[in-house]
């Protein structure tokens, strides 16, 4: 039975114009730049650059939104409804793009030779039948980035069965798979790590330190990836120089041959610092990036374009049409521009706070000086949502004295010492690994060694707190630490 009743509800949304805002704040400089290139090919009410006309820049620039006595056209006295009835949709609205079904829109790729075709080409110079070829390409399609098969035998064969029609043993694959593993780069194709290393000491000229090497690598693996050394020259009755010697050979192989190739179709990322940090005559000055900053305008020729069909007494279809587009494409562009506008600011206000907040640390460059500081200590000083400040800290880069910094990098927990005060836990990461770079390699310290050392410092943290303080940092445990 179907009934009526009222309810009250409370809700907030976004308008479109705030949520291009927040996409737009947590664009790095580059992607910034790209996406103002694209705003500007799609939107030709839109143009960059400074604005040729007898009237200052400002002037033009708030006359389509405020007008003048030369009847520059507002948008807003427009009256669509009088161009328009209801049943009336202008026919670009009814289309995937507005310039026309026609447009090709192609999308460039990186040119370049990836991993696979490179080690295909090397098959041309191996002497294969049809079958063996074929079973070649697949293990070549079989290898990873890192250069390694990591599929067993047994279950490449079912594929081989199952997709390619070929029938065949493990012992053909495995003879196949030995032709394609004297490929280049030296290890690749290897089902392990131990057999990546030994592929690439097969090539090496058999010296004393290369067999004892290969002696370790094939019979005391295990033992040698957990560093027990004594283990190891016990168990193949070598003096601690001979191991130190074989270990170097180690050493000096790459644990993922497919890294070293690029081919030329590796894409490298370089950083755009979006603010740039100086010290000037003691003090601190700050600067936001150029790029972030471009200087636009709405297109004067568009609002001649409006306010000549204004003028016009008599409205056909196609002028209706005209009018829609053109206060569409002028509202877009007036929204991008001071969309750009509250970016600028928000960025400059955001990253200003962060500077004045650390502004020990600025002043010195050690990492022991940064204060205490999470994303709501900002929004609270500038009076901003934690989200916006997350946004700005996430994804920009500051250029300091001392290199160009992540600016998420700067916030922190804190912790209490033994006098009570609040440190930052960056101060205790730095404190443990400047222990951890003096520490006895012969003899690492251990977890619970670390925090009775940072206790002894004034900082009272439990073990398991170390533990996690070192993973972060990237340092491996004790017994991985230690060397002969």
């Known amino acids: 039975m179907l009934k009526q009743h009222l309810q009250f509800k409370l809700s907030q949304k976004l308008s479109p114009q705030q949520i291009q805002l927040m996409k737009l704040i947590q664009l790095p400089?580059?992607?910034?730049?790209?996406?103002?290139?694209?705003?500007?090919?799609?939107?030709?009410?839109?143009?960059?650059?400074?604005?040729?006309?007898?009237?200052?820049?400002?002037?033009?620039?708030?006359?389509?939104?405020?007008?003048?006595?030369?009847e520059v056209i507002d948008t807003e006295d427009i009256n669509i409804d009088d161009y328009l009835s209801d049943d009336e949709i202008p026919e670009y609205r009814t289309r995937s793009s507005n310039y026309g079904e026609e447009t090709d829109k192609q999308v460039p790729y990186a040119a370049g030779v990836s991993f696979n075709q490179y080690l295909l080409s090397q098959l041309n110079t191996e002497y294969l039948d049809?079958?063996?070829?074929?079973i070649a390409e697949f293990l070549v399609g079989s290898v990873d980035e890192s250069g390694y098969i990591r599929r067993p035998i047994a279950d490449i064969m079912d594929d081989l069965a199952f997709t390619q029609n070929i029938f065949t043993d493990e012992q053909t694959i495995l003879k196949v798979l030995r032709k394609v593993q004297d490929l280049d780069p030296p290890g690749v194709a290897a089902?392990?790590?131990?057999?990546?290393?030994?592929?690439?000491?097969?090539?090496?000229?058999?010296?004393?330190?290369?067999?004892?090497?290969?002696?370790?690598?094939?019979?005391?693996?295990?033992?040698?990836?957990?560093?027990?050394?004594?283990?190891?020259?016990?168990?193949?009755?070598?003096?601690?120089?001979?191991?130190?010697?074989a270990i170097r050979e180690i050493e000096k192989l790459n644990p993922k041959p497919g890294g070293s190739y690029s081919g030329g179709n590796k894409i490298i990322e370089h950083v755009v610092p979006d603010f740039t940090i100086r010290i000037v005559d003691g003090e601190l000055e700050m600067s936001l990036n150029g790029r972030n900053a471009p200087e636009l305008h709405v297109s004067r020729g568009y609002s001649d374009m409006l306010a000549g069909y204004k003028s016009s007494k008599e409205k056909s279809r196609s002028q209706k049409d005209a009018v829609m587009f053109i206060k569409q494409k002028l509202d877009a562009a007036k929204w991008f521009?001071?969309?750009?506008?509250?970016?600028?600011q928000t960025l400059f206000t955001t990253m200003n706070a962060i500077m004045n907040y650390q502004k020990e640390y600025f002043l010195t460059g050690d990492e022991r000086n940064l204060k205490p500081m999470i994303l709501k200590d900002i929004a609270d000083e500038i009076g901003m949502d934690v989200s916006t400040v997350s946004r700005?800290?996430?994804?920009?880069?500051?250029?300091?004295?001392?290199?160009?910094?992540?600016?998420?990098?700067?916030?922190?927990?804190?912790?209490?010492?033994?006098?009570?005060?609040?440190?930052?836990?960056?101060?205790?990461?730095?404190?443990?690994?400047?222990?951890?770079?003096?520490?006895?390699?012969?003899?690492?310290?251990?977890?619970?060694?670390?925090?009775?050392?940072?206790?002894?410092?004034?900082?009272?943290?439990?073990?398991?707190?170390?533990?996690?303080?070192?993973?972060?940092?990237?340092?491996?445990?004790?017994?991985?630490?230690?060397?002969?």
Not at 217 to 245: G, V
Not at 416 to 429: A, C, L
Not at 456 to 478: C, D, F, N, S
Request: with cysteine; net charge negative; glycine share 4%.
């Open 130 to 134: 049809d079958e063996e070829w074929q």
């Open 191 to 245: 089902r392990s790590l131990d057999e990546c290393l030994l592929l690439q000491l097969d090539r090496k000229e058999p010296t004393p330190a290369v067999e004892t090497a290969r002696a370790i690598l094939e019979k005391s693996f295990d033992p040698f990836t957990k560093k027990h050394y004594k283990k190891l020259m016990q168990r193949h009755d070598i003096s601690e120089d001979t191991l130190k010697e």
């Open 337 to 344: 521009i001071d969309a750009i506008k509250q970016r600028q």
């Open 392 to 484: 700005v800290a996430n994804s920009k880069y500051v250029d300091t004295p001392y290199g160009t910094k992540l600016i998420k990098e700067f916030f922190s927990e804190s912790v209490k010492n033994v006098e009570g005060e609040d440190v930052s836990t960056r101060e205790i990461k730095k404190i443990l690994e400047t222990v951890v770079s003096k520490e006895d390699k012969r003899k690492p310290l251990t977890d619970d060694r670390l925090a009775g050392i940072l206790k002894e410092k004034g900082y009272p943290i439990a073990r398991r707190t170390v533990a996690k303080y070192r993973e972060q940092l990237g340092i491996p445990v004790a017994r991985l630490r230690k060397e002969i």
């Open 29 to 70: 400089t580059q992607a910034f730049e790209q996406r103002l290139k694209q705003e500007l090919e799609e939107n030709p009410a839109l143009e960059s650059g400074r604005v040729e006309s007898e009237n200052s820049d400002e002037e033009f620039q708030d006359s389509y939104e405020t007008g003048s006595e030369n």
